[in-house]
């Protein structure tokens, strides 16, 4: 007769092997956490604890079911992962290598949604559709993009390769390759075709319309000294 013990070292056992399995097939998404999150104090913490992987695992085996055509079972699984993480991904969405959720909470990412790889999201960002139809209308992110926290990217539109989203942008249009975006509707500028995240330096991101003000008003001083 199997007795309480033997129940609670099976279950032991079988979330000693969930873990395995993850940290195998997912090795390089926790070590892209630990290279681009300077919180993370080791390979076991994130393994354990981030609720970005653990939505990442939980889409991967949703994604599959929907591959499947097992719509009702592969909804199911996300909708547990939402209520588990506070990270909202269709299992539709195709999601690159190396992903990381920076935080999570609150972030969404639509059914048609593509995602290259080593894409970083932050809290609060959606990857949101636009209209009614039945066809692609989310947007196609590529590889090496950083979104900031609270940005919303919407709509079938494509963000280049190594470009940058600023925390609480709206974009609306397609993203040009090595670019940075910041602002409501999303402005884009160009970083003279490099990447300007590689230190997640959020602070240093150039908005050309305050840069436009500034050098106005440093003319109007001028003027005023005259």
């Known amino acids: 007769m199997i007795c309480l013990r033997d129940i609670l070292f099976i279950i032991l056992g079988l979330i000693v092997l969930k873990n395995l399995l993850v940290a195998f097939f997912f090795y ?9 999150d300077p919180a993370a104090k080791s390979f076991v913490e994130i393994l354990l604890l981030y609720q970005g992987l653990h939505a990442l695992v939980a889409h991967r085996t949703a994604h599959f079911f929907y591959s499947l055509h097992l719509y009702f079972l592969a909804r199911f699984i996300s909708q547990m992962a939402r209520w588990a993480t506070g990270i909202e991904i269709h299992p539709g969405a ?8 920076d935080h999570g909470m609150g972030v969404v990412i639509g059914e048609t949604a593509i995602v290259g ?7 609060g960002v959606t990857l949101g559709g636009t209209g009614l139809a039945h066809e692609k209308r989310h947007p196609t ?29 709206v974009v609306i249009k397609d993203v040009p390759a090595n670019s940075t975006v910041v602002g409501v509707p999303g402005r884009i500028t160009k970083q003279d075709g490099k990447k300007i995240d ?3 330096d959020h602070v240093h991101i150039l908005d050309p319309i305050m840069q436009n003000i500034e050098e106005l008003e440093k003319r109007i001083e001028k003027l005023e000294k005259k």
């Open 141 to 169: 992110i590529g590889n090496n993009v950083v979104i900031g926290g609270g940005a919303k990217v919407l709509g079938n539109i494509t963000v280049g390769d190594n470009s940058y989203i600023g925390a609480n942008a």
């Open 117 to 123: 790889d080593d894409v970083l999201l932050y809290q």
């Open 28 to 36: 390089g998404d926790i070590r892209a956490a630990q290279k681009r």
């Open 198 to 200: 590689v230190s997640l």
């Open 94 to 101: 195709k999601i690159g290598k190396r992903f990381f959720i």
